[in-house]
């Protein structure tokens, strides 16, 4: 049998959650690749090889699954939420970029999940029901002003913002920089939702406006959703309407 | 037993991308909810009443839902993709802020689904690899005006953009105009995939620079994703990286 790659997302963390799709995929695969916390969320089996490797190897892992694919191996690269929203997939296909011409012809394919941001706006209402962004924090791989930038447009946009990786240990000020700036460009009036490890057991709601926001209410495992002037709340839940009449 | 009332999202149509999440709850149901095309794909049950509507009712479907549930019934509410992006999630709430105080005591919540854009983008590759927006390209509920806005300001963040509702046969002049404001503010060496029908039988890709997309490429039935100047092709993939360095 010949190898294939494929990259699936397993879902913010309930396994009720993970698609029907990337299941089979993965009783399918003698190779499983992926940040570890990941990777222990796919059942061992006799017949499976599970590689888990510390985070921020990306491109490195990218090219291991590659090549283990390359060599015959039928390996999915395991992702939290949607492998394509700030996650593998696009390292894979860095990875080939970069790579040898012979991965081009191999059997590469993407399998969506959950992300993050549609299953924190579920649990708290619908505050994605109009036009929104999706912003990721991290300046890992983007340099700071670019993301101050991006803020400033997406409110004058009067998008919804979902920000992705809003804080980390290594780079604490800049989440305060970022709430600043947020409540000079919507006011201080905007709702914002923290939602912190969604769909699990642990899972954490608060809401509340940017006046009342701290920048300790973030961390890597939180996904911040910033309202439009039009976002608001109804009984328990945060919504956006559908018009903006 | 009290009633309830969960929306849900099927997917974008291949029953593999549907949760077991949403097909425990289609179980659990007394009664279904939704446009005609997306109550048909939920199986048929003695116990299960299927309430089939229109398209464009959106806020009367909810208002109907809410109050079988407030007559105790187990109803849910089915949208394709995600219930929480340009569908059926926000106008039940929109419904709940208007009707009887009574309703806001019911047991209502939301359990995502593969959004169209996800599915699309993982058909594709990885072109939502980077910071994207969504945008519904539809005027029903607010003015063409503002669409245009929020395309050049979306440009002018480098967003890679999935557009929703691109042209319908209302309004087949305004998409047309949105690909030549495009070219304005994007260039003509961007590329733009139509992803039509994606993961059913029928699903057809199309990805070529906005200097080569014509009007008619799009309809009701596909999602519009427009990239970045990042955005680029390896092999038969499109992807944006992750990195804009």
């Known amino acids: 049998?010949?190898?294939?790659?494929?990259?699936?997302?397993?879902?913010?963390?309930?396994?009720?959650?993970t698609t029907p799709q990337v299941s089979a995929t993965l009783q399918a695969a003698t190779d499983v690749v992926g940040y570890s916390k990941y990777v222990e969320r796919v059942p061992e089996r006799t017949d499976l090889?599970?590689?888990?490797?510390?985070?921020?190897?990306?491109?490195?892992?990218?090219?291991?699954?590659?090549?283990?694919?390359?060599?015959?191996?039928?390996?999915?690269i395991v992702s939290s939420g949607d492998p394509g929203v700030f996650a593998m997939a696009a390292a894979v296909f860095e990875a080939l970029e970069q790579g040898p011409e012979n991965w081009l012809s191999l059997d590469i394919s993407i399998q969506p999940g959950i992300s993050a941001l549609l299953a924190a706006a579920a649990s708290l209402g619908a505050p994605l029901g109009h036009d929104f962004c999706a912003i990721n924090?991290?300046?890992?791989?983007?340099?700071?002003?670019?993301?101050?930038?991006?803020?400033?447009?997406?409110?004058?946009?009067?998008?919804?913002?979902?920000?992705?990786?809003?804080?980390?240990?290594?780079?604490?000020?800049?989440?305060?920089?970022?709430?600043d700036l947020l409540r000079e460009c919507c006011g201080?009036?905007?709702?914002?939702?923290?939602?912190?490890d969604v769909s699990k057991p642990s899972e954490r709601l608060q809401t509340m406006t940017l006046a009342e926001a701290k920048p300790d209410m973030a961390d890597m495992r939180t996904l911040v959703i910033v309202g439009s002037a039009y976002t608001?709340?109804?009984?328990?839940?945060?919504?956006t309407p559908r018009s903006v009449a």
Chains 1, 2 share one sequence.
């Open 188 to 196: 201080n009036k905007t709702l914002i939702s923290f939602a912190r």
């Open 49 to 76: 090889t599970r590689h888990a490797s510390d985070n921020r190897v990306e491109l490195e892992r990218a090219q291991f699954a590659l090549d283990l694919a390359a060599g015959g191996s039928q390996v999915v």
């Open 232 to 239: 608001r709340r109804v009984g328990r839940y945060v919504y």
């Open 137 to 179: 924090l991290s300046d890992n791989l983007k340099p700071w002003a670019l993301i101050e930038t991006r803020l400033r447009l997406a409110a004058q946009a009067e998008f919804v913002m979902a920000l992705y990786n809003p804080r980390s240990a290594g780079r604490p000020h800049q989440f305060a920089r970022a709430l």
């Open 1 to 17: 049998m010949s190898g294939w790659l494929t990259v699936v997302g397993l879902g913010p963390g309930d396994d009720a959650m």
